[in-house]
Nanobody, 115 residues
Framework: VQLQASGGGLVQAGGSLRLSCAAS?????????????MDWYRQAPGKQRELVAS???????TYADSVKGRFTISRDNAKKTVYLRMNNLKPSDTAVYYC?????WGQGTLVTVSS
């Protein structure tokens, strides 16, 4: 496994979680981690996978409208890890969250937000 996601769990609405996605090597799919844009996607039951947040090699970030102001994506190239800080969680944020980068998908981590 080259991308290992963690940090999911069960949280009440209004709560927070931080997801982590660690690359097992500096080389990600044949590409150097620090040069690669990294993304977080999510897939809710019965829905298509959607892009939640992205961070490129210059630390420029973009977010889906549904999470702007609540989620923050960041990266630590020395640790080869990308993070997703999620605040003020809503039941609609319930999904399996996947990291993606270097043409590789992480295995997903489940986030469940109870009302």
């Amino acid at each position: 496994v080259q991308l290992q996601a963690s940090g999911g769990g069960l949280v009440q609405a209004g709560g927070s979680l931080r997801l982590s996605c660690a690359a097992s090597g500096m080389i990600l799919g044949g590409k150097i981690f620090s040069y690669e844009a990294m993304d977080w996607y999510r897939q809710a039951p019965g829905k298509q996978r959607e892009l939640v947040a992205s961070i490129n090699s210059d630390y420029v970030t973009t977010y889906a409208d549904s999470v702007k102001g609540r989620f923050t994506i960041s990266r630590d190239n020395a640790k080869k890890t990308v993070y997703l800080r999620m605040n003020n969680l809503k039941p609609s944020d319930t999904a399996v969250y996947y990291c993606y980068g270097g043409d590789i998908w992480g295995q997903g981590t489940l986030v469940t937000v109870s009302s």
